[in-house]
């Protein structure tokens, strides 16, 4: 068939498609849809179409085959997700449907806080958000339970997720990844006069000569702190992607980045006698943080509020400043400072040099060892689902 005769055939189908709707033929509307969608197996929208219509006069497992072929025509369209869900959920294949579903809010969050709205579309969003949030608070729940459980860990709260209301407990305190209610809340936290603290503040002046030495050889190991795949809000325009802020990583992600490691050899031996953060027996970032002169990180809420960040300035130029829910404080060389950053805070470089600062995370100290395998599970078990998420087949 020619292109125009197959333009002609679809809008003779779409016309008669239209009369058929206007005068309520339910079965005619089938038929022509189902040819439609055979005439156009290529189109996402048809398809589409198709699937909704099978799923209110056809059957479930055509509207099913219609909906999955409109995703891997269109996989950035989430809406194919949302109905997709649905269907397999009237089908009783809820676990498909929750991965189905996920897979779309990883494109359109507002899945996960549908708006309100009386169509079939609203009606989806409610039944994906409600399945998803069962689903993520349940696999914490499980996961972070033991034969010992803690309340304070199977409580906790992955605020974009969760299927119970809730508060926080502290103001200008937002963490937006994992919130644990229960545990102390304050900005600052003083270490001064811990073993490992003392240790690494009396190394700094190696330190700095580590990065200064290594700093040329690896400006092309620098990346911006902010990268441009990140979806941010509109304070961090200037910044993300740019390397007027860079890290510099010595694990990143809870790797070692080995090409950059080998010339800290200092730095790391200090790090060994730290509790450092991590989802297993590696600190999950370790980096230097470059803040050029003139820049300025605007007020933002880190993501949980289960560890601790240390900075440990190197290079300060004067009128540097961090503030943490509004107590500013500046960064002296040598001397480590500790922070909820969970709490709003920004940092300041008004200086006519780089500000250096090397930065970690440690666990919070009110966590028992106990508790952090608790967290660490509930961590580990979420990733594992989300990489094992797949369309059924």
């Known amino acids: 068939m020619s292109l125009n005769g197959k333009k002609a055939q679809q809008e003779s189908l779409e016309a008669q498609l239209e009369s058929a709707i206007a005068h309520s033929d339910d079965e005619q509307c089938l038929e022509l849809m189902r040819n439609l969608g055979r005439l156009c197996p290529d189109d ?4 589409h179409r198709l699937g909704s219509v099978e799923e209110q006069l056809g059957t479930a497992e055509k509207a099913l085959a219609a909906h999955l072929c409109s995703i891997s025509l269109a996989p950035q369209n989430p809406l194919t997700y949302l109905y997709s869900g649905f269907c397999l959920q009237q089908m009783g294949r809820r ?30 969003l409610v039944a ?22 803690s309340h304070k ?14 508060n926080y407990q502290a103001d200008q305190q937002r963490p937006s990844l994992f919130y644990i209610p229960e545990l102390t809340a304050r900005p600052w936290h003083d270490l001064q006069g811990l073993r490992w603290v003392e240790h690494l503040e009396a190394l700094s002046s190696d330190i ?26 509109r304070q961090f325009a200037e910044l993300q992607g740019s390397l007027n802020w860079t890290a510099l990583d010595l694990y990143r992600e809870g790797k070692l980045q080995s090409k ?3 010339y800290f050899p200092v730095t790391l031996a200090a790090l060994e006698q730290v509790p450092l953060y991590g989802m297993d027996s590696l600190p999950y970032e370790v980096f230097f943080s470059v803040l050029k002169p003139g820049q300025h990180i ?22 540097c400043s961090l503030t943490v829910a509004g107590q500013r404080r500046q960064w002296v060389p040598g001397r480590i400072l500790a922070f909820d950053d969970s709490y709003i805070h920004e940092a300041i470089n008004p200086g006519g040099e780089q500000r250096v600062v090397l930065i970690f995370s440690i666990w919070h100290p009110d966590l028992s060892k106990g508790e952090c395998d608790a967290i660490q599970r509930s961590f580990t078990a979420r990733a594992r689902w989300l990489a094992a998420r797949q369309l059924p087949l």
């Open 298 to 319: 605007k007020p933002h809420f880190g993501l949980s509020n289960h560890s601790l960040t240390i900075h440990l300035p190197l290079i300060v130029p004067p009128g």
């Open 208 to 233: 700095v000569k580590e990065f200064s030495d290594a700093q040329n050889s690896l400006h092309a190991f620098c990346r911006p702190y902010l990268g441009v795949e990140m979806k941010l809000g």
């Open 153 to 166: 860990i199977t409580g906790a709260i992955w605020p974009q997720t969760t299927d119970t209301p809730f």
């Open 95 to 124: 676990d498909e449907a929750i991965e189905v579903w996920s897979l779309g809010s990883d494109l359109e969050p507002a899945l996960l806080n549908p708006p309100h709205r009386n169509d079939p579309t609203g009606e989806r």
């Open 260 to 262: 950059v490691a080998q």
């Open 44 to 47: 996402a929208e048809i398809q």
């Open 128 to 149: 994906a958000a409600t399945a998803l949030r069962k689903h993520f608070s349940q696999l914490h729940r499980d996961s972070s339970n033991t034969t010992t459980p």
